[in-house]
């Protein structure tokens, strides 16, 4: 029985966050338990503890679809690039040659693959890079973190970023030739320029 419940609260999550990130539920659109329910054929409570964990992640707020401010996108974009501009450092002293490999492939994607495919490279690319600093507490701040990072992510791929894969390149490039300081300086300004541009659509859809 425990086990159905838990699998039904996942499975209540997933749709919601999907139902989110796909834009069928929009910047500050709000959030009802009941009608959520009824939409997705399952009780209010798991529904409930999806929102809740939603809320955690921070892609509900106030019983809302998060609506960022400018600060919101920089404080996120703040924590991502201390954290993954350390991430960059460690990577390019202690990467593997597998792992390496993985993000040569993230960026030969980037450049040649379609749009699904360049979103699930441009995710991976980051990952691996996190993956590598072997921080736990790092590592589990950042997939905390996830969710909201997706819409950005998917923001700046679908709106077509400019020198969005060069500069992953240039990051790949600095790690594998075990430059950690100028791997960590890339992503911070890769970071820096991905929240630019999502802070000007930002502005001009208002």
């Known amino acids: 029985m425990k086990t159905d419940k ?14 989110i990130l796909n834009g069928q539920l929009q910047s500050g659109e709000k959030v009802t338990e009941e009608k959520l329910a009824a939409d997705l054929g399952f009780s209010r409570t798991p529904i409930r503890d999806a929102i809740k964990r939603l809320e955690y992640e921070g892609l509900i707020i106030d019983k809302k679809v998060v609506k960022p401010s400018d600060k919101d996108l920089r404080n996120i974009f703040q924590v991502r690039m201390l954290l ?9 002293t ?9 993000l040569a492939e993230c960026v030969a994607i980037g ?10 490279a441009n995710e991976r ?28 992510r998917k923001t700046v791929v679908f709106y077509s970023r400019p020198f969005l894969i060069e500069e992953h ?9 075990r430059r950690p300081e100028r791997a960590e300086e890339l992503m911070k ?7 630019d ?6 502005n001009s859809q208002k």
């Open 6 to 19: 838990k699998k039904a609260v996942q499975q209540s999550y997933e749709m919601v966050r999907d139902k």
């Open 84 to 92: 993954e501009g350390y991430s960059a450092h460690y990577a390019a």
């Open 94 to 102: 202690y990467s593997s040659p597998d792992q390496l490999a993985i």
């Open 111 to 120: 450049k040649n693959g379609s749009y699904e495919e360049i979103m699930e």
């Open 125 to 152: 690319f980051h990952q691996i890079i996190v993956q590598t600093s072997g921080n736990d507490r790092l590592i589990d701040t950042i997939n905390r973190m996830q969710s909201i990072i997706y819409l950005f």
């Open 169 to 177: 390149e240039e990051i790949y490039n600095a790690i594998r030739d």
């Open 189 to 195: 300004q890769h970071l820096e320029k991905d929240l």
């Open 197 to 202: 541009f999502c802070l000007h659509l930002l």
